[in-house]
């Protein structure tokens, strides 16, 4: 059992260098895209490997390719399909699963505000409030420091929630 464990990733690692300069150039784009927003890796690999996929893709060959565990496939693309970045699609003679990119950006940014950014928002706003209960309580030479600066993250707060219906129309 053990021998062919490495078949099976020498397997693995063929399919990997299948990929053309084009499809890992893809691929990596979106791993440096979710970088930035805090996502793991494996997000920006799923997405940029069904993206750049002519065909549907099954979660087996998701695998396969990318040469990542199950779990971060499964969680990856649990994640990506409650923000609508990808969907299920039908493939005739399969009882799999397949997986398509969604490419309209309306819809990937909408569901990136609607999933991630509006909880934040409004934890945000129950966090605010509860500093403001705080601030009677704190006296001394820093009463005054520590009044401005929640007064400030207030104003950040609620241009953020001005600015998110402004993106929304923007991409419509």
Same mark, same amino acid.
């Given at each position: 059992?053990?021998?062919?464990?490495?078949?099976?990733?020498?397997?693995?690692?063929? $399919?990997? #260098?299948?990929?053309?300069? !084009?499809?890992?150039?893809?691929?990596?784009?979106? *791993?440096?895209? @979710?970088? =930035?927003? +805090?996502?793991?890796?494996?997000?920006?690999?799923?997405?940029?490997?069904?993206?750049?996929?002519?065909?549907?893709?099954?979660?087996?060959?998701?695998?396969?390719?990318?040469?990542?565990? $199950?779990? #971060?496939?499964?969680?990856? !693309?649990?994640?990506?399909?409650?923000?609508?970045? *990808?969907?299920? @699609?039908? =493939?005739? +003679?399969?009882?799999?699963?397949?997986?398509?990119?969604?490419?309209?950006?309306?819809?990937?940014?909408?569901?990136?505000?609607?999933?991630?950014?509006?909880?934040?928002?409004?934890?945000?706003?129950?966090?605010?409030?509860?500093?403001?209960?705080?601030?009677?309580?704190?006296?001394?030479?820093?009463?005054?420091?520590?009044?401005?600066?929640?007064?400030?993250?207030?104003?950040?707060?609620?241009?953020?929630?001005?600015?998110?219906?402004?993106?929304?129309?923007?991409?419509?």
């Amino acid at each position: 059992m053990s021998q062919s464990h490495p078949v099976l990733k020498s397997e693995a690692n063929d $399919k990997r #260098s299948e990929l053309s300069a !084009l499809e890992t150039g893809v691929i990596d784009l979106f *791993v440096n895209g @979710v970088r =930035v927003l +805090g996502l793991p890796k494996s997000v920006g690999e799923i997405y940029g490997f069904l993206y750049i996929s002519p065909e549907p893709r099954s979660f087996d060959e998701i695998l396969q390719w990318l040469q990542i565990s $199950k779990g #971060s496939t499964s969680q990856g !693309l649990k994640f990506l399909r409650s923000l609508g970045a *990808v969907r299920a @699609v039908y =493939v005739g +003679g399969t009882r799999k699963d397949y997986y398509v990119a969604e490419t309209e950006l309306k819809k990937l940014v909408g569901g990136f505000i609607r999933e991630e950014l509006l909880p934040h928002l409004e934890s945000g706003t129950e966090r605010l409030d509860g500093l403001r209960e705080l601030l009677p309580e704190s006296h001394g030479k820093h009463a005054g420091f520590y009044n401005e600066r929640i007064g400030k993250l207030g104003a950040w707060h609620k241009r953020t929630e001005k600015l998110l219906p402004l993106i929304r129309r923007f991409l419509s």
